[in-house]
């Protein structure tokens, strides 16, 4: 294994297991040591997200079996990921991901006439800007926020710096030469500054893609833009593509929209709950909670198999519930899923999910509240293991 790569890292857990990264270079993976054995296994850094996870080796012992709980390693992890940081170049591809992923996620949506507002894509949902230039003049307008902005970000949402000029401004340079990204940013530093951090470190370092597997997006990034090794001098050899990094992109569609949908939501997760039940239908039926409708949702909107979702509400209790009955066998929970939110807060969120006047979609601010809620999630899981070097900012 030395041949094809090296450990760049490595803690000693005890005199029987160690934790290491090993690397070629590459997306870098963590090395599980039996020391006792002298025998090591290379996984993704995905698995120690599950902090419930349990590791058994065999001890010195004959028949010895030791038994580790993933939970513990989390301080070993974060010193080996630290190391591994200070030591290669990752630093060098981890921040230009950074700006990348930033501008990414600060795409303005173009809107030339009323009727884009009213015709939204899920896509144009999903963004967190609008350039409004609807008004008659198509090169002119205003960056419209589509997120609730607190105080401080408001102050900074004035209609000049938001102005539009020219046909070359209304687009992700022209937002950013503006520094809009900056001046809301500034102000939450948790919800735009670490975010971003913590998802550009997750996608290099082989962490799952907000529970998606990401592995071959992540080994896109290390090798975008490079030459491979060319052994025949006569042959040119051409660099690796490199295409500009969008939400929208097939491979990072669940993770950059989950990404925006906690930063427009993040405010109102708290008042999210998602529990599981045998039968949600009897059990919230038996709470108070009426029965309204029922709705299909597809292959990847709430989960990795399709659903049926019933919409329940509580008028006195004020309480909006759904629940999501998977039409075939997930791995990811037994039984019903079960949304329970307050009924004024679900319909703040509606709003947010709209920009005009238009009323809101029930479907979509249903999956962008659970995909923000899963963020939010994966996002804590994350965190721990990298905050020493993501740069972050603590509030």
Same mark, same amino acid.
């Given at each position: ?9 490595? #803690?000693?857990? %005890? ?64 010193? /080996? ?41 899920? $896509? ?10 609807? +008004? ?10 589509? *997120? ?24 992700? %340079? ?13 102000? #939450?530093?948790? &919800? ?15 962490? =799952?893609? #907000? ?52 930063? @427009?939501? #993040? ?7 998602? =529990?599981?039940?045998?039968?949600? +239908?009897? $059990? ?11 709705? %299909? ?19 006195? $209790? ?13 791995? &990811?929970? @037994? ?9 004024? /807060? ?8 709209? /920009? ?6 029930? *479907? ?11 963020? %939010? ?19």
């Amino acid at each position: 294994m030395e041949e094809q790569g090296k450990i760049i890292s490595s #803690c000693d857990i %005890d005199s029987n297991l160690a934790l290491q990264i090993w690397t070629r270079g590459k997306t870098p993976r963590l090395s599980i040591l039996n020391k006792t054995k002298n025998s090591r296994k290379l996984i993704h850094l995905a698995w120690v997200e599950k902090r419930s996870r349990t590791l058994s080796i065999n001890g010195k012992k004959p028949g010895e079996n030791i038994i580790y709980n993933v939970s513990d390693f989390e301080p070993a992890v974060s010193k /080996i990921l630290t190391e591994y940081f200070a030591r290669t170049t990752f630093k060098v591809k981890y921040f230009k991901l950074v700006l990348d992923l930033e501008k990414a996620i600060h795409r303005p949506e173009l809107a030339t006439n009323k009727a884009d507002f009213a015709m939204m894509t899920d $896509e144009k949902r999903s963004s967190l800007w609008i350039a409004d230039c609807s +008004e008659g003049d198509r090169n002119t307008g205003y960056f419209r926020p589509f *997120f609730p902005a607190n105080q401080m970000e408001a102050e900074n949402l004035t209609e000049e710096n938001l102005k539009i000029t020219s046909l070359q401004m209304r687009s992700t %340079d022209g937002l950013f030469k503006r520094s809009e990204e900056r001046r809301v940013g500034k102000e #939450c530093r948790s &919800r735009w500054h670490n975010t971003i951090r913590v998802t550009a470190a997750s996608m290099l370092l082989g962490f =799952s893609y #907000c529970g998606a597997d990401g592995t071959k997006t992540a080994d896109y990034f290390w090798t975008a833009g490079e030459k491979p090794v060319n052994l025949n001098p006569n042959i040119t050899v051409m660099k690796a593509p490199v295409k500009k990094l969008s939400i929208h992109d097939p491979e990072l569609m669940r993770l950059g929209h989950k990404l925006t949908a906690y930063i @427009r939501h #993040c405010y109102m997760l708290g008042d999210v709950d998602v =529990s599981y039940h045998d039968d949600s +239908e009897k $059990e919230l039926q038996e709470a108070g909670f009426t029965r309204k409708r029922r709705m %299909d949702f597809n292959t990847g909107t709430l989960g990795d198999v399709p659903y049926r979702v019933t919409f329940y509400d509580n008028e006195e $209790e004020g309480l909006t519930a759904f629940g999501c009955n998977p039409r075939m066998q997930t791995s &990811r929970h @037994r039984g019903d899923m079960v949304i329970l939110i307050p009924t004024v /807060i679900f319909s703040e969120a509606m709003k947010d999910d709209t /920009i005009s006047e238009a009323s809101g979609n029930e *479907f979509f601010t249903l999956t962008r509240l659970l995909w923000a809620k899963e963020f %939010d999630g994966w996002y804590s899981s994350i965190k721990p293991y990298v905050r020493k070097f993501a740069g972050l900012v603590e509030e």
